[in-house]
């Protein structure tokens, strides 16, 4: 009989047996899908808690948090991460040139110890120098390495005694070694046509890659170990993988660096790039009187930076430009510093008008003069005028270096002067000038029409009569006619004419004493160009490969011009007609070789100005809605290719037996869509998923664990059972060995 305390002993190793047991089972057998947690090393400031809206800065956040099941969804930047995979997951990129895990030249990049790990849509690069490190070390089974760029490792990938992994539509570039494999045998590519990985160190037919029948895919395998080859590897690159270099350091600074005497309003500059010229380099400025200056500026395009405040004079000021590019990457200078000058008094005015000494100046004249600040500075003028050489102050604090005057007088000789004053309280005195006004008698001005002129008909034509003058006085009026009955006044008019024509065009000026001169010109009116109009296309929109069909062209100009027909068949054949007159059909036959969409496009030109037409034609082809079309190779009635329409990319489809085609649209295996070729019909297509077996293997080690249990306990029985019985022999010998009592009767 077993006692209590054994039948509670089995009953709780029983138990735990069934916990270990449905433990085993495969996380997310239920069939539903996993999370999504998002990161993004933009998020500097937080809060942090993976959605979408408040993503984790960085992907080991992102994997801890995780679930088996779930998927890790990383934004582009740099992330300069050692990743270890621990978790049944998907590790997904948003672009993978854009979205980079950077080793920083230390150990592997990315370490996966976990099956059913998903890796697609990253540059994984950058890994330590020593033996072992590596882009990706692989230590499980059933893992997927999809769709990356991984370069600039010692060991691209490396596979530790592990099978069954699939990678294929990589990138391996600019590796020590690009793969290796420490025993185990996985698959390297996707079959065909989809192919396998693209190998820097096997894309020239110097290196035994060739390609004869420029499918895109190499003729022999990649040979990588024992048991593991790409028996599909990839002619080109699929995508871009270079590595991006980080801008320049900024150079060449204005100041230069160390300099004195600079203006307090200088603007600082310097020069940039990128030594990826398609980059954009944008700045952040550091600026101030501070040895470690503050930002000031971010994110700017341009090379300089314009302080929005004068600076102060003689004081040292400190700046630095940092450089960043598309990816994050970025560089910057040491600080650089410039010391100010002190301030200098303005310039000595100069240069008056009227001139020092003048005579015969009109009554109506102002006065102007040059002055300005060696510094830069703004200056304000103090005005002396008058009849006598001692003349009174009649304007302060003048901005402009001008002055209005009142009507003068007759033969009187004035004399002026100005002082210029600088915002800081400097001043510069200029010299006593004078001038003298004409007499009281009149010249007649001259008028200035330009000329000879040209227009279209009803476009605008300008005319200007700022050559007219006057040289005792000042013209007050300018009165335009233009030939064609009509007329205008001002200095500088416009007329469109209504007519072609020759037009005789009179200027008369009229100056401030009522006289007035006159000028002619000729105005020249044509007729412009026309376009020819969009040229009509009257032919099949729809064929067979191999098939001539006959097309006509047609378009009319209005100018009666000669037209040129030039016609594109999007196949890479061309027709051009002679001149032809207006209104004339060009006719050509054309038959196309591969069946597919094509673009024909037709172009007439009447040599100054061109109109465009074209129309889309099926050969052997069908549309399907606005994702593509389906094509017919082989002329057998059954479609066998669909083409995307934006990039043309060739896509795999499936007959059915009712005459519908499954499209994989995305490429990812998958059917994606279900048409209809003889409706037009296109839906989603939604395939049905298969309810999991229950998992016999599993049971039967249950059960077997179960059974190697009982005969350790029923062995454990027996052997307590046998202690036993000896015991009480061994007992009983020792009774009977002890020695009886000697009886003795009373």
């Known amino acids: ?110 370490y996966v110890n976990k099956p059913l790990v998903n890796i697609t849509n990253f540059t994984i690069r950058n890994s330590g120098g020593l033996l072992d490190n590596s882009g990706i070390i692989i230590i499980t089974k059933d893992n997927m390495i999809v769709n990356n760029n991984i370069v600039d490792n010692h060991y691209g990938i490396r596979i530790y005694e592990a099978s069954n992994n ?158 960043w590019d598309d990816h994050n990457a970025r560089n910057e200078n040491q600080t650089w510093s410039f010391a100010t000058h002190e301030n200098h008094p303005p310039n000595i005015p100069s240069n008056p008008n009227p001139s020092n000494g003048k005579i015969d100046v009109s009554l109506n004249t102002d006065l102007e003069w040059e002055g300005g600040d060696p510094d830069d500075d703004t200056v304000s003028y103090d005005i002396y005028f008058g009849n006598n050489s001692t003349p009174p102050k009649i304007k302060a604090n003048a901005s402009g270096e001008f002055h209005v005057l009142d009507q003068l007088e007759y033969e009187t000789k004035y004399y002026w002067r100005v002082i210029a004053r600088d915002i800081f309280g400097a001043t510069t005195n200029g010299s006593l000038w004078n001038f003298t006004t004409r007499p009281p008698e009149n010249r007649k001005p001259i008028a200035d029409a330009g000329g000879p002129y040209f227009g279209y008909v009803n476009s605008p034509v300008y005319f200007y009569g700022s050559g007219s003058n006057d040289t005792d006085g000042n013209i007050t009026k300018w009165f335009w006619d233009f030939g064609d009955d009509t007329n205008a006044t001002g200095e500088t008019v416009s007329h469109a004419y209504t007519s072609v024509g020759t037009y005789n065009l009179t200027l008369t000026v009229t100056d401030d004493r009522n006289a007035t001169g006159e000028n002619k010109t000729i105005v020249t009116i044509t007729q412009p160009n026309r376009p020819p109009s969009k040229p009509t296309i009257q032919g099949p929109s729809t064929g067979k490969k191999s098939v001539s069909y006959e097309y006509e062209f047609m378009s009319t100009d209005e100018d009666g011009d000669l037209l040129t027909y030039s016609v594109d068949w999007d196949d890479g054949t061309s027709d051009e007609s002679e001149r032809l007159a207006s209104g004339t059909t060009y006719e050509l036959d054309h038959s196309w070789s591969l069946a597919g969409k094509y673009n024909l496009e037709v172009r007439v030109s009447d040599n100054d100005t061109s109109s465009v037409n074209e129309i889309t034609v099926l050969i052997d082809a069908i549309n399907v809605g606005t994702l593509g079309y389906l094509t017919d190779n082989d002329g057998d009635g ?109």
């Open 638 to 746: 059954i479609y066998d290719a669909f083409y995307l329409n934006v990039m043309k990319n060739k896509r795999n489809v499936s007959r059915q037996d009712n005459g519908t085609y499954l499209i994989d649209v995305d490429g990812d295996g998958k059917w994606d869509h279900l048409f209809d070729p003889v409706s037009g019909e296109l839906s989603e297509y939604e395939e049905k998923q298969e309810e999991g077996d229950f998992p016999w293997p599993y049971l039967g080690i249950g059960l077997f664990i179960i059974f190697i249990i009982g005969l350790f306990y029923r062995r454990r029985r027996n052997l307590r059972r046998q202690r036993e019985a000896e015991e009480q022999m061994q007992q009983a010998q020792r009774e009977q060995m002890e020695p009886e009592q000697p009886y003795y009767p009373m």
């Open 1 to 110: 009989m077993y006692r209590r305390n054994d039948i509670i002993e089995i009953s709780c190793t029983f138990l735990l047996i069934v916990i270990l047991f449905f433990s085993m089972l495969p996380i997310g057998y239920s069939g539903k899908d996993g999370n999504t947690i998002y990161v993004d090393d933009d998020n500097i400031n937080g809060p942090w808690d993976g959605s979408p809206a408040h993503p984790f800065r960085y992907i080991a956040e992102g994997i801890y948090y995780a679930s088996s099941g779930d998927t890790v969804f990383v934004r582009n930047g740099i992330y300069h991460e050692n990743i270890n995979i621990y978790k049944t997951i998907s590790l997904i990129g948003e672009d993978k040139l854009e979205t980079i895990i950077d080793g920083k030249g230390n150990n592997s990049v990315v």
């Open 166 to 323: 699939t990678i294929y539509g990589n990138n391996f570039a600019v590796n020590i070694i690009n793969a290796h494999v420490d025993d185990g045998e996985n698959t390297w590519d996707n079959g065909y046509p989809s192919g396998g990985n693209y190998w820097d160190d096997f894309d020239e037919p110097s290196e035994g890659a060739w390609d004869n029948n420029s499918d895109g895919i190499i003729d022999s395998p990649y040979q990588i170990e024992e048991n593991n080859e790409d028996s599909y590897p990839l002619g080109e690159s699929n995508g871009d993988w270079e590595i991006n270099q980080p801008p320049m350091v900024p150079w060449n600074p204005d100041p230069k660096h160390g300099e004195q005497n600079t203006s307090i309003y200088t603007t600082l500059k310097w020069n940039g790039g990128d030594p990826n010229y398609e980059d954009t380099v944008t700045y952040d400025v550091y600026f101030g009187t501070e040895s470690t200056p503050p930002k000031v500026e971010s994110n700017q395009t341009e090379t300089s930076y314009a302080p929005p405040e004068r600076l102060d004079h003689e004081t040292i000021y400190y700046w630095r430009i940092v450089a």
